[in-house]
Each structure stands twice: as C-alpha cells, then as structure tokens.
C-alpha cells in the first residue's frame, strides 16, 4: 500500500536536454516510495523510460507546429494510483492508429509508445481546446 | 555524447562513456557509427558498461548501425550492457537480432 500523496508539475522548454531531467524525477519518485513492495528497481527504469518516451514526443509534436515551446509534466499519486499526464501543442495524433513495432521487421522509430503501453497499465490521449494530453496510469 | 575508439584485433571498439543514452544524445552516436562505416570500418562492437538508461532512440540508434553494418558485410555487436539496459533489448526482441557478449575480450576473441 502506499499511502502518500505526491504531485508534481514541471514545464519545460521543448529541448531534448531536459529529458535526464525529466526522467530523474520519475527515478528518484520509485526510489523514495514509502510502501512500495515491488521490484523498485524496475519501477525507477520503467518511469524514466516512460517519462522520457512520454516527453520525447510532446517536443517532437511540439517542435514543428507552435511558437509555444513549452511541454508539461504533472505526476500525481495517491491511493496507489501513480497518473503522469504530458501535455503538448502540436497537431496531436490518434493513438489507436499507432501501430504495435512489428518485431521481426523492427524499424528505428515507434518503439517509444510500445514502451509506455507495455510498461504502464492505461495510456489514453485527448485532444483539449489549446493542447494535448497523453495521460498514463501505473497502478502501484 | 562522449564516446572513445579503440581499433582491438582488427574490430573497431566504441566505448560510450555516458550514462545515458536518449533522444538528446542518440542523433550523434547514430551519426558516429554511421561515418565509421562509411570509412570501411565495418566491424564494430559497442561497449556499453557505462550505460545505465537506453531509450527507444538509443536502440534504434545500435539498430540504425547494425543494419548499416550488415549491408556492407560487417556486423555491430554489443557488450557489457547492464541487466535493465539488457531488459530493453529483451523486450524489444533485439536481443535476437544482436550478439551481446557479457564482456569485451568475448566480444572481440568472437568478433575479431
């Protein structure tokens, strides 16, 4: 069980520099747990991969289409929920049109969403009126 | 991305000397490993104990030079990765793809 409430909201420019930054946040969250009786190692890796996946793309979308070159990051959890929201101000894309990396064919790209979904238990994105949000749930 | 060469028994050696590797630094090792080959250095083992984080990019970074590698008859191998960088490879089924030999001196006894 862990009990704890944890919220953090970070905006970044949409540089790749930022991404260790970004993904030492989810490290160092899985590290600090209180209450958490899985492999926290794994849990440290998967959350800055999926931080660091997450955000890859938000400044990729971001980087073609808007002068406002910020991307947010919110991680909340409570009740064992652990809810990373990224939000970005590019085109948006249809995430079930994202197909699953064809494995005996493996291209370079599209692996990064195979991870979020593979690793994280939820994964959705909506549109919004000024921008998107790919929203993740990790059940803890 | 701060990497070192070293030609081993006729095998050219690159030693990635970052933690890690992501969107931000993967452009420039893909870039790297490409001009090596078109140099007809084509046999190549990457040598990764220093890598704690590979992301998607990362891999397709080592894929970009496999793949390049192999269209001119040579082959990229890894070595030393760590468990959790060894995990990504797994999961992405890469790990049938390359040959990833636990030490160096494996590596290049084989790859030489």
Redesign the interface.
């Known amino acids: 069980m862990c009990n704890e409430v944890i919220q953090v909201d970070v905006i970044i420019p949409t540089q790749?520099?930022y991404?260790?930054f970004i993904?030492s946040i989810g490290e160092h969250i899985a590290k600090d747990l209180d209450d958490f009786s899985g492999d926290r190692?794994?849990l440290a890796?998967h959350l800055?991969?999926v931080l660091?996946?997450a955000t890859?793309n938000a400044?990729k979308h971001a980087a073609q289409m808007t002068p406002k070159n910020t991307v947010r990051i919110t991680i909340h959890i409570q009740d064992n929920e652990l809810n990373i929201k990224v939000y970005d101000h590019g085109q948006g894309f249809d995430l079930e049109t994202v197909p699953i990396?064809d494995?005996d064919q493996?291209?370079?790209?599209?692996?990064?969403l195979?991870?979020i979904r593979?690793l994280m238990d939820s994964v959705s994105y909506t549109k919004q009126a000024d921008c998107n949000v790919l929203e993740i749930i990790k059940y803890l | 991305m701060k990497l070192k060469l070293e030609k081993i028994k006729g095998v050219s050696v690159i030693f990635i000397q970052e933690e890690?590797i992501?969107?931000?630094n993967s452009g420039e090792l893909k870039e790297y490993i490409l001009h090596l080959i078109e140099q007809g250095e084509v046999n190549i083992i990457v040598e990764l104990e220093r890598v704690r984080?590979i992301?998607?990019?990362g891999?397709?970074?080592l894929?970009?030079g496999y793949k390049n590698a192999a269209a001119k008859s040579g082959k990229l191998a890894l070595a030393c990765c760590k468990q959790?960088v060894l995990?990504?490879f797994e999961?992405?089924?890469?790990n049938r793809?390359f040959e990833i030999y636990a030490d160096l001196s494996e590596a290049v006894e084989n790859e030489a």
């Not at chain 1, 493996?106 to 990064?112: A, I, R, Y």
């Open positions: 790749t520099k991404l260790d993904g190692e794994a890796y800055n991969l660091t996946e890859t400044i990396p494995f493996l291209k370079e790209g599209g692996m990064g195979y991870f593979t | 890690r992501d969107a931000h984080f992301d998607s990019s891999l397709g970074a894929l970009s959790q995990s990504m999961l992405t089924r890469l793809v």
